[in-house]
């Protein structure tokens, strides 16, 4: 929010520098992100008075003016405008000045006649709006004083927490630094002269949903004359970044930029009369079929959770966030219409971000607003029109909801902020710097408790008699809930800077285990193999699922990562289409960085994910699941004259999990075929299980997919694995086993079998069959063709024997062969290659 220093000292006494000022709301936790001088781009351009005003000699609509500006000599200036005369005092560019936007000014010659300088109108100088004619100065203006000594001003860029919505004002502001200087912040005085009917004759207001309009107070004034408002008060709204409009308009700027509270200004004649002649108005949700032109002239379907003010013809305005073209007020407009309510903060926001309709008003309802600036705004803003616009202000006010909310009181235990804070204020001091913000303090009565935690779940804790204090909040700070906030706000005033640094001298707490090492070790262990780490949204379009269809793991067998397959969980109101569920796996989002490698030329990716995936359990309450997902497509290894160019395969994506399971200590797992078609090649996938550790699916896309996608690359590995741990887990402490005293015997295997065998069934009965002195089995190389028939393969393992107490003999490990080919044989039907 930008805060003139000549507007905010209305409010409060400032002794400060504008550098200070800015230090010290700084620390206030109101971060000053720019200071900046306004009005320094009107350089060289000064105070001057017309001493002659003729007509141009070649020129009928040019006028010929000498100038004085303090110097010795006058100067001649040519001019077109038609408001100057003699006497009067202007500003003008000498020169060599730069106005706004760096427009230069030199001496040049106009139809032959030298001009030197120009004179300005406020709209050249971005004083006022009125681009006509020059800006007339008032009489008494000083010669040749430039221009940024009368009206340049100091602007704060003040950054606004979203907690603090009491503070996007200059009220606010003031008295955040009356509290830290000493000062007392001025409230702005009203006084109304209410020469009209009552009010009830000329205005009726009904609110039909009080959940959504807490307050709403309506005033009326008459006979206005809509034009300029004061140019000093032109020269504020643009200081604070508003672009004055006219009279009545500018009042409510005005309003909700000093005190603010947002509120708007209807032209009574655009509103339908009830049966007494009364303008009507109404707040209530939109209906099937409205529409409204808002004050931006965008015609908008209006949905049914949308609140409006409306009259018996249709709406007027959306509530808390924009007015409508109809009930615009404009040059025609002789009788006003002022709202100043309090909506539901959530509705407006909600409401704002439907329409893409944040304005200044909606940022300041959407934060919450104070009860009593219903009726103070709706004052302020009929006194500002009544004299800028004249008119006549009807007696008294409607009010839908005129009792004042009690004030809120938050229990604290002054003992308990010292401890926080560090500090050793005492009660009657923290007391003294909670009351420079307007919050009193008073003992709590016997047996309340104090709030420690507020939201869904609030909790308290009892104190004993005497132990705590009441905190009376003042009506426009939401904020403070709970003790900790009050301890918050002792500090602010005090100072952090107040608080001595203080080594800690407890005991340090023994090393924690880390939560993520499990995650953490897979993830360095994948960056190892050459994969890259990505980090993709949980919101998803709301079609991806679908048109992947990749099925849920429930992962049953994995503790702790149980999935559910039940509805998708839907965002109620969502950024954008492309944002519109919580998606129920990783692989949808690992295809979007691949095409989006692809849209920039790199056909070779290997990326892993490790995130959450959603959906609605059984009741209908959401439940979530880590998963850990890779993707791998293109060259699998750089060529190079001693490595040949190869591209991911399958055997290469099983070696990935091989590795996690390796990182996990735990034996590889086993492969089961998955035959279900889509998302995954009939053929090209299966399913890794290793019990109680980890599951998934992993395997080559089927093509479908793939033109789903437009991927340009013709095989793409993918794979989706549950693994205990991954939510919150360690490592199994590495256990070093000696090295065996007996060197261990190896026998390569070639077992023929048919063609649908999978390697896995074959290598599970290897194992069973294999006896204690069975180390390891492991499949090396895969045959096809002459001299085996059409419906056979040939598999070949390494299996290995050994013993812990003795070498084995070549007849034991040959007795061992034998039966391994046994057992094959009457399992499987297979044979031994010879």
């Known amino acids: 929010m930008r805060i003139p220093l000549g507007w905010l000292r209305d409010y409060v006494d400032l002794d400060l520098s504008p550098e200070a000022l800015a230090e010290r709301l700084t620390l206030l936790g ?59 005092r202007v500003p003008v560019a000498l020169p060599g000045a730069v106005l706004p936007g760096n427009r230069a000014i030199e001496r040049t010659e106009k139809m032959g006649v030298v001009s030197n300088g120009m004179l300005c109108s406020g709209d050249e100088l971005r004083l006022s709006v009125d681009g006509e004619g020059i800006l007339i100065l008032p009489a008494g203006t000083p010669l040749g004083t430039a221009l940024t000594d009368l009206y340049g001003d100091w602007v704060l860029d003040v950054d606004v927490k ?5 503070a996007l004002c200059l009220v606010g502001l003031a008295r955040e630094v009356a509290a830290v200087t000493g000062s007392v912040a001025r409230f702005p005085e009203i006084t109304l002269r209410e020469d009209g009917p009552p009010i009830g004759e000329v205005l009726a207001v009904g609110v039909e949903d009080p959940e959504l309009c807490h307050r709403f107070v309506g005033r009326r004034v008459s006979a206005v004359r809509v034009g300029p408002s004061p140019e000093q008060v032109q020269r504020r709204l643009l200081a604070a970044g508003m672009r004055p409009v006219s009279n009545v308009v500018d009042a409510t700027n005005y309003v909700m930029l000093e005190l603010g509270k947002p509120t708007h200004a209807f032209d009574a004649g655009a509103v339908a009369r009830d049966a007494r002649g009364r303008a009507a108005l109404v707040v209530r949700t939109a209906r099937p079929g409205e529409r409204l032109e808002t004050l931006d002239h965008v015609e908008r379907a ?53 329409y893409a309709l944040r304005s200044e008003a909606s940022l300041r309802f959407e934060k919450g607003q104070e009860s009593r600036l219903a009726w103070i705004g709706a004052d302020r803003v009929t006194e500002l029109i009544a004299t800028w616009a004249g008119g006549s202000v009807a007696a008294g006010r409607i009010d839908t909801a005129p009792d004042e ?49 507020a939201g869904a779940t609030p909790r308290s804790v009892a104190v004993a008699p005497g132990e705590a204090r009441d905190a009376v909040v003042p009506p426009w700070r939401r904020d403070l809930l709970v003790e900790a906030d009050i301890a918050e706000e002792v500090i602010r005033i005090a100072g952090y800077e107040t608080v001595t640094g203080k080594t800690p001298d407890t005991a340090m707490p023994h090393v924690r285990p880390n939560p993520l090492e499990l995650r953490d070790a897979l993830r360095r262990a994948l960056a190892g193999a050459g994969l890259t780490e990505v ?53 949808g989002s690992l295809l979007d960085v691949l095409a989006l490698n692809e849209r920039h030329g790199r056909g070779d990716v290997a990326i892993f994910e490790v995130g959450k995936g959603y959906a609605q359990a059984p009741d209908g309450t959401p439940a979530e699941w880590w998963r850990l997902a890779f993707l791998v497509t293109g060259s699998a290894a750089t060529p190079a004259w001693n490595v040949p160019a190869r591209t991911y395969d399958l055997d290469d994506a099983k070696g990935i999990v091989d590795l996690l399971a390796r990182v996990l200590a735990i034996p590889d797992p086993a492969w089961v075929s998955h035959l279900d078609g889509a998302p995954l090649h009939p053929g090209r996938a299966a399913r890794a299980v290793a019990p109680g550790t980890l599951a998934g699916l992993i395997g080559e896309l089927h093509p479908s997919v793939l033109a789903a996608w437009d991927l340009r690359a013709e095989r793409v590995l993918v794979a989706e694995l549950a ?13 070093v086993a000696s090295v065996g005293r007996f060197q261990p015997c190896e026998r390569d295997l070639a077992l023929v079998v048919p063609e649908p065998l999978a390697a896995a ?74």
């Not at 693994?723 to 256990?735: C, H, M, W, Y």
Request: aromatic fraction near 4%; hydrophobic fraction near 45%; charged fraction near 20%.
């Open 30 to 88: 109101f971060e000053v992100k720019g200071l900046e001088r306004w009005g320094s781009e009107w350089r060289n351009v000064v105070v001057g008075e017309l001493l002659t005003v003729e007509k141009h000699p070649r020129a009928d609509r040019l006028s010929l003016t000498s100038v004085h500006v303090g110097a010795a000599e006058p100067l001649q200036i040519v001019c077109g405008a038609t408001n100057i005369a003699p006497g009067q």
């Open 162 to 166: 979203p907690n603090r919505g009491d």
């Open 302 to 354: 209006l949905s049914p959770e949308t609140l409006l003010i409306a009259d018996e013809n249709g709406p007027l305005a959306i509530a808390g966030v924009m007015g409508g073209a109809a009930s615009e007020v404009g040059e025609s407009t002789a009788d006003v219409i002022i709202e100043s309510a309090v909506f539901d903060p959530v509705s407006v926001r909600r409401t704002a971000f439907r």
């Open 405 to 453: 909310p009690v004030p809120a009181r938050v229990g604290y235990r002054p003992a308990r902020v010292d401890l926080l804070l560090g500090t050793r204020l005492g009660p009657d001091a923290q007391a003294a710097l909670l009351a420079r913000v307007g919050i009193a303090t008073e003992p709590a009565p016997d047996g309340s408790g104090v709030v420690i935690a």
């Open 535 to 587: 980090v993709t949204p949980a919101l998803v379009p709301g079609s991806a699922a679908a048109t992947l269809g990749w099925p849920v793991l429930a992962a049953d067998g994995v503790p702790g990562e149980a999935a559910v397959d039940g509805l998708v969980v839907t965002v109620t109101n969502p950024l954008s289409e492309r944002h519109a569920v919580l998606r129920r796996g990783l692989v």
């Open 723 to 735: 693994i205990s741990g991954l939510s919150a887990g360690q490592l199994v402490p590495v256990r």
């Open 761 to 834: 069934d074959l290598a599970a009965t290897l194992r069973a069959a294999g006896g204690d002195t069975l180390r390891q089995v492991a499949l090396f190389d895969i045959y096809r063709g002459a001299p085996l028939a059409a419906g056979e393969k040939s598999l070949a393992w390494r299996v290995v024997f050994a013993a812990d107490e003795r070498a084995l003999t070549d007849d034991e490990v040959d007795a061992d062969v034998a039966r391994l080919v046994s057992a094959v044989a009457s399992a499987h039907g297979a044979r031994l290659r010879t």
